[in-house]
């Protein structure tokens, strides 16, 4: 949340473009795949 909040109000409401939102951009996509890949091993043992 810490990074999608700033670009959901930078887009919405003020209009901000790639350029602008570009360092929470990356961020978010250096985390994603990270956090998904955690909660993927991680959880695994609910499965079974």
Known sequence: ???FVPISVG???KEL???DLG???A???VFVPI?????MLL???QER
């Open 43 to 45: 959880l695994r043992k």
């Open 27 to 29: 961020t978010l996509a």
């Open 11 to 13: 887009t919405f409401t």
């Open 17 to 19: 473009g790639f350029a």
């Open 1 to 3: 949340m810490t990074y």
């Open 35 to 39: 956090l998904l890949l955690l909660s």
């Open 23 to 25: 360092g929470d951009l």
